[in-house]
Structure formats: structure tokens, C-alpha cells
């Protein structure tokens, strides 16, 4: 069992910046790829970006390519994504992943879940 914690949500202004982390317990992070996903209000839970297990490649949805980087650091057992130039479209729930499929951008692939940070983006 891997249990995530996400963490560093919160309501910023259009073109500011977040820096979400997600912490895990339970069994090492470097044995899996690592996934970033969000969910609007009325929207279906989406992909965001991932990387693999040892953060050599990493993967982004179009929407947020060029400015949401995300990076592991599996000595600290915690993954992270860098929000930037943020947009209120991006206004959501983030939520991190564990999962054993590089590539993989679909909720089935990923077998453990955080349970969320909310992200809001004011105009």
C-alpha cells in the first residue's frame, strides 16, 4: 500500500505561480510512475503530467505544457508539481498518483490516489 498526501494548494492571482507537493508513505515512490491529475467542478477528473520512475521523462497534458513542470525527489519519497503563469481554467482539485504504466494518462492505470489539494486561480 502507498498512501499520497498532497499539499501547497491555495487561491493565487492569474500569472502567479504554485508549487504542489506529494508526499508518500507506505513503500518507496521510485517503484512507481507518478502521476498528476485534476478535477474542476463539474468536470471530469483529467490528466495533467507525469514522470517516470526515475525522473529521467515526463509527460504533460497540451493545456498546461510550458508551464507546469513536475519532479521527483525518491530519497524524500515525494513527487512535485511547479505551477506556473497559472490561469483560472486551471482552478481544480489536484490530485497525485501512483501507478506501474509509463505513459499511462487514465484514471485506471494509476492504483493509488491522494486525496486532493484544492488550486484556485483568480481573474
Known amino acids: 500500500q502507498v498512501q499520497l498526501v498532497e499539499s501547497g494548494g491555495g487561491l493565487v492571482q492569474a500569472g502567479g505561480s504554485l508549487r504542489l507537493s506529494c508526499a508518500a508513505s507506505?513503500?518507496?515512490?521510485?517503484?512507481?510512475?507518478m502521476g498528476w491529475f485534476r478535477q474542476a467542478p463539474g468536470k471530469e477528473r483529467e490528466f495533467v503530467g507525469s514522470i517516470n520512475w526515475n525522473g529521467a521523462s515526463t509527460e504533460y497534458a497540451d493545456s498546461v505544457k510550458g508551464r507546469f513542470t513536475t519532479s521527483r525527489d525518491n530519497a524524500k519519497n515525494t513527487v512535485y508539481l511547479q505551477m506556473n503563469s497559472l490561469k483560472p481554467e486551471d482552478t481544480a482539485v489536484y490530485y497525485c498518483a501512483a501507478g506501474s504504466s509509463w505513459r499511462a494518462r487514465v484514471i485506471r492505470d494509476y492504483t493509488y490516489w491522494g486525496q486532493g489539494t484544492q488550486v484556485t486561480v483568480s481573474s
Open positions: 507506505g513503500r518507496a515512490i521510485a517503484n512507481y510512475v
